[in-house]
């Protein structure tokens, strides 16, 4: 009990350090993992054998992961997805397997061993780069979606890999011990636990082991129609939050035991249980229930990897490893590179979809472990093939922070090549989005002209194909703002979502065109003092008109007459803007508003002000005779002056 608190400790202390670290350096929590792992494991040696068995329990973290994505993704979605993952999926296995093994049989590895060689190493890291993709929120973009549509397909192809290993074997078994040395299955003391072989089907024949794949795959698929709503039922009698999450692991658990007990992938089956459950109003409490063990298991499989890699085995062949691990890389680059552009996949997805699948991954690890037990593989190749695994993993995170140089450069080089502006109108509109769009709409139909400019190339590509003229190019620059006609245009209206740089323009807008009407959106309130001070005519916070809306609905739904929620409302509303130019002058550039104890002060009394205001109103609303009817809006922007 002992050991095991101290362990504990040892994985829980180094996690609460390294990651949160690595997080605020921009490294993401993978490689503040990663790098724990290594720390507490072949720097100090603080933990030691039980990595191996760690690892094992780990592993759960990907299944639940796979679990949750599947709950995520409803069958029709899955069957919209069959063309990436048969096609772009199946390529990048046959493709990169084909090519290692060419690779290994030139380095003169017999067919088998080649072939064992090339389907271990096509397979990519599911948990690092779902994990990474999810923290950096480009699991919803175009690369990210064919990214998760290859690493399903590899999971899926994990099944006939472990089917067909065993017809390669050439040698006597081997297996992997806890402590991570191997020793041949025929010797009586060996230790070897056979993790990843055991199966009740074994010795059976070919149709009996089929029969009962099926089967327990349509035991998942009808436990997940038939099972869970009254199962969910008889828990929600009870009463007990706790027993939600029992029975969501206990989903888990018993799902991944039938699968291995078939011989198949435990994160396929549970992945698949997902996509079962995806309708079910379950969904959400099945969520909420497994994602901190998820979270938490998965960061031990990120330790366990960097804990468990062998620096006295990588330095003794140190120069091959690297080698290795980097050639692994290059070709799944190049493979990789060439299935996106055959996909037609957009550059910055182009290179997402290449980096972030160079890497081998943690099945990997269980195959060379079946591989070794088959006797497919001698121990010296099991051992090099474990650590150009494990030193590709930890490099992963180092190559998603070199696709976001290469988006930054790319998007870099995009903006240095804007469009020639050719066109000039009374009203110029600097940024295009949701904000942007109503303002040119409204203002084209009521029939005067604008320019339109927008640093986004895919916004300004999609207004055109709905007929609305734009330019790219960004509307900061001096000589863009110059093509598009400041010099005679009469109004400028900045819809730009960088803070920073909406404040530049208005500065540099009001000191060429003193006479330049200036419409500004503000984020926040400290946005618009920032405005006002940069010389904004019309200050207009986005989100200012929809919430007085609501706040009058919701008085109207209080009890009070249309005729009084429109006074409220109207009433709050000049006295807001009177408050924001009266709190303006007091605001101090770079220093917090909480730390400003005059803007504090006077903001209080100008709140007990509208407060007094609003309850007179309400005194004579309830003597004066009853009016109905609604007005309109007013506008909520803030006047200068």
Do not use: C
Not at 231 to 245: C, D, G, K, N, Q
Not at 403 to 411: G, L, N, P, S
């Amino acid at each position: 009990m002992e050991s095991f608190l101290y362990q504990a400790t040892i994985y829980l202390g180094a996690a609460v350090i390294a990651v949160p670290l690595a997080a605020r350096l921009g490294l993401g929590s993978v490689l503040g993992y990663l790098v724990a792992g290594i720390i507490i494991g072949p720097v100090t040696g603080l933990v030691g054998s039980e990595t191996q068995d760690l690892q094992h329990f780990a592993e759960f973290g990907v299944v639940m992961m796979l679990f949750l994505i599947g709950l995520e993704l409803e069958p029709r979605t899955l069957w919209a997805m069959r063309t990436r993952l048969l096609g772009l999926g199946g390529l990048q296995i046959f493709i990169t397997g084909g090519v290692i093994m060419w690779v290994a049989m030139l380095a003169g590895e017999t067919t088998q061993t080649a072939l064992a060689v090339g389907m271990i190493l096509a397979l990519s890291s599911t948990a690092i780069v779902l994990q990474t993709l999810t923290e950096k929120g480009l699991v919803q973009t175009q690369g990210g979606r064919n990214v998760f549509s290859v690493l399903l397909s590899q999971d899926i192809a994990v099944i006939p890999m472990l089917a067909i290993l065993p017809l390669l074997a050439v040698r006597s078994p081997v297996l992997l011990n806890p402590d991570g040395s191997m020793s041949r299955a025929s010797d009586p003391d060996h230790h070897g636990d056979g993790h990843g072989v055991f199966s009740l089907l074994e010795g059976m024949p070919g149709w009996a082991v089929t029969l009962a794949t099926l089967a327990a795959v349509a035991l998942i698929i009808l436990a997940g129609v038939f099972l869970t709503r009254p199962v969910f039922r008889y828990i929600h009698h009870a009463r007990l939050r706790e027993m939600y999450t029992a029975l969501a692991l206990l989903m888990v658990v018993s799902i991944a035991v039938v699968m291995e007990v078939v011989g198949l992938s435990p994160a396929l089956g549970t992945f698949l249980a997902g996509v079962v459950l995806a309708n079910s109003e379950f969904r959400h409490e099945l969520e909420s229930d497994l994602e901190p063990f998820k979270g938490l298991l998965l960061g031990l499989f990120f330790i366990t990897v960097g804990a468990g890699f062998d620096f006295g085995a990588f330095f003794k062949d140190w120069g091959d490893i690297i080698g290795l691990t980097i050639l692994l890389i290059g070709i799944k680059g190049v493979i990789l590179y060439f299935l996106a552009r055959l996909w037609r996949l957009k550059p910055h997805d182009r290179w997402l979809f290449t980096l972030s699948l160079s890497q081998a991954g943690e099945f990997g690890f269980v195959l060379i472990s079946f591989a070794l037990a088959a006797g497919v593989l001698t121990p010296g190749m099991g051992q090099k093939l474990l650590l150009v695994i494990a030193l590709s993993m930890l490099i992963t995170p180092l190559l998603f922070i070199l696709y976001e140089y290469r988006a930054r450069r790319m998007k870099t080089e995009v903006e240095a090549e804007p469009d020639e502006i050719n066109e000039d109108g009374p009203v110029i509109i600097a940024g295009i989005g949701r904000f942007g769009q109503i303002v040119n709409r409204l203002v084209q139909s009521a029939g005067f002209k604008t320019v339109v400019l927008d640093a986004d190339l895919e916004t300004v590509q999609m207004m055109r194909k709905f007929g609305f003229r734009g330019f790219f190019g960004d509307p900061t620059r001096p000589d863009l703002l110059k093509a598009a006609g400041i010099a005679e245009a009469r109004v400028l209206v900045v819809a730009l979502d960088d803070k920073a740089a909406a404040v530049r323009l208005v500065s540099y807008a009001r000191k060429e065109r003193p006479d330049l009407h200036i419409v500004a959106r503000a984020r926040d309130r400290v946005h618009v003092f920032e405005l006002y001070q940069a010389g904004a005519n019309d200050i207009v916070r986005e989100l200012f008109d929809s919430s007085l809306r609501a706040g009058r609905y919701v008085l109207e739904n209080l009890g009070l007459s249309d005729y009084e929620a429109a006074q409220a409302e109207d009433m709050f509303y000049h006295h807001d803007r009177e408050n924001m130019i009266e709190l303006a002058p007091l605001w101090k550039p770079g220093v917090p508003v909480e730390q400003n104890p005059d803007y504090i002060s006077r903001a209080r009394e100008l709140n007990n002000e509208l407060e007094t205001a609003l309850a007179s109103r309400q005194q004579r609303n309830e003597k004066a005779p009853q009016r109905g009817g609604r007005r309109g809006l007013v506008s909520s922007g803030e006047k200068q002056g």
